[in-house]
């Protein structure tokens, strides 16, 4: 039975997800986490003191420390890593396209951070309360929510491909109907996330929640008259942010690899790419629900 | 092992301990407050906020008008305002069992604000709806933000204020190795077919200031 090879694909990635899970000890790693940033966030305070009152290479230490700050938040949730490890593993893109969408969302991330607080408290008059509640009670539900979608999509997606295949199989196919079925999808087909369109989703849906610690940082440096180097210090914490995250898509692109090694093996290979597509779009539309769950 | 695995994955996915993301960092200190007769008529609360939160609420409580970085009577009178006027539904992440049993508990009185080494503190006190005679009862006080915003923590041993015989106080501090056999024991039971039902990120982490009276 064909199908049983993609069907213990989608089980597997299920497994191992939910094994590691169990395995890196959440609770410790969020709390140890915690402690971090708590440490992390008291010296950018000082820092900022320290630029209100001239020293200017106090922006150095602080540009290190929103950078430090942005790798180590980014354990926690909302910064996108669901997404982009579950398109790494589901799609056929390469390291380096990985890379670029990683560096490029985190950075609108900030950018978003910028617009809101610049812009939010400018042109709308939100107070800095108001801008941090914006982010945490409609921006962060509404990024879940964007990235659960994309998920679905990747899902039905590597669901139609299945559907073709498993319709082409059925079909006794000769010379003479001339058909033209084909025996599996070529990558091109389950390449996802191969257009900019598609390219530009996954951007936005994580960049519509900036870090509301970048949006104190900015209240800060504004409120110290010292916007430009919150901005600057803003920008660097992206930086941190996407530096984790590379992490996060590498190893879904190496375990992509690793299935596909194992694949080669067995005469399933066909079925692979969109075993792996169902199986990374219903990760992250699961764990983006879940979360989802949580803020609302 | 097939369904312990899907459980498993029920549970890392919608339970807390993928999704917690604290920004404000605060040092509590709960102590239980007694009065002349010698019963529990509350509890009162202390948080020092971190630095950078301090800056932060410079800005959204309007504080320093003169820009000295020192807070005057009236900035502090702001902070006090702003930090105990609560809106209806919020328990001030302050959380009390006595002999098991939650208690709600009033809003915030006899509240103050002060400044201490560049850092903001509030302290309250929450009563109970009527004082209570604590001999042989013992309380658990909790300090923690149900979806862990706020991540409380208590460097101090707890306290006791006012008249209270024969009582001691202690803080159990969370411990991470603690909390993964928690987690254990609590995948474990979901062979027994429940969920569990603390599925609340905050008090996964949060210490509790106990007390007992003889």
């Not at chain 1, 530009?200 to 960049?207: F, G, T, Y």
């Not at chain 2, 041993?157 to 254990?184: M, Y």
Request: proline share 3%; net charge negative.
């Amino acid at each position: 039975m064909r199908l049983i090879f993609p069907i213990s694909i989608f089980a597997a990635s299920i497994c191992i997800a939910a094994a590691v899970i169990m395995l890196v000890d959440t609770t410790a790693l969020t709390y140890w986490a915690a402690q971090q940033q708590r440490v992390f966030q008291n010296a950018m305070a000082g820092s900022l003191r320290a630029i209100q009152t001239g020293d200017g290479m106090a922006l150095w230490s602080l540009c290190s420390l929103t950078f430090a700050y942005g790798f180590v938040h980014a354990i926690g949730p909302g910064h996108g890593k669901v997404l982009l490890g579950g398109a790494a593993l589901s799609s056929q893109s390469t390291l380096r396209r990985m890379t670029l969408l990683t560096l490029v969302s985190s950075l609108a991330q900030s950018l978003t951070a910028i617009i809101i607080v610049v812009g939010g408290t400018t042109l709308l008059s939100l107070s800095s309360a108001d801008a941090v509640n914006l982010t945490e009670q409609w921006l962060a539900p509404i990024s879940y929510a964007a990235i659960a979608l994309i998920g679905l999509y990747l899902a039905g997606r590597a669901g139609r491909q299945f559907w073709r295949l498993g319709h082409s199989a059925t079909h006794d196919c000769n010379a003479a109907c001339g058909c033209g079925h084909r025996h599996g999808p070529d990558l091109q087909e389950v390449d996802a996330l191969s257009n900019w369109r598609e390219m530009v989703m996954l951007v936005a849906s994580i960049a519509i929640r900036p870090c509301t610690g970048a949006l104190f940082l900015l209240v800060i440096a504004w409120r110290f008259q010292i916007l430009p180097a919150g901005v600057l210090a803003t920008i660097t914490m992206g930086l941190g942010t996407a530096a984790f995250n590379l992490f996060v898509a590498g190893s879904g692109v190496g375990l992509r690899g690793l299935f596909r090694g194992a694949g080669r093996t067995s005469n399933g290979l066909r079925y692979l790419p969109a075993a792996l597509q169902l199986a990374g779009g219903v990760l992250i539309t699961l764990l983006s629900v879940g979360m989802l769950l949580q803020t609302l | 092992m097939i369904r312990t695995l899907l459980l498993a994955c029920a549970i890392s996915v919608f339970g807390p301990a993928v999704n917690a993301h604290p920004h404000i960092f605060v040092d509590a200190d709960g102590g239980f407050v007694f009065n002349e007769a010698g019963q529990l008529v509350g509890v009162r609360v202390f948080w020092l906020y971190d630095e950078y939160t301090t800056l932060f609420l410079y800005d959204t409580l309007d504080l320093d008008k003169d820009g000295d970085g020192a807070l005057n009577e009236a900035d502090l009178e702001k902070v006090r305002l702003g930090e105990t006027t609560w809106e209806p539904g919020y328990e001030g992440d302050t959380h009390l069992w006595i002999e098991g049993e939650k208690q709600a508990l009033s809003q915030p009185l006899a509240s103050s604000a002060q400044m201490v080494k560049g850092r903001i503190g509030v302290s309250f006190e929450l009563h109970l709806q009527a004082p209570l005679d604590m001999a042989g009862r013992s309380a658990s006080l909790k300090l923690y933000d149900p979806i862990y915003y706020y991540a409380y923590s208590i460097p101090s041993e707890g306290r006791i204020l006012g008249n209270a015989s024969g009582c001691h106080v202690w803080v159990n501090r969370f411990n991470p190795d603690g909390q993964t056999a928690k987690l254990q024991k609590e995948l474990a039971a979901l062979s027994r077919e429940d969920m569990p039902d603390d599925l609340n990120i905050g008090a996964k982490f949060a210490e509790e200031i106990a007390l007992q009276c003889d």
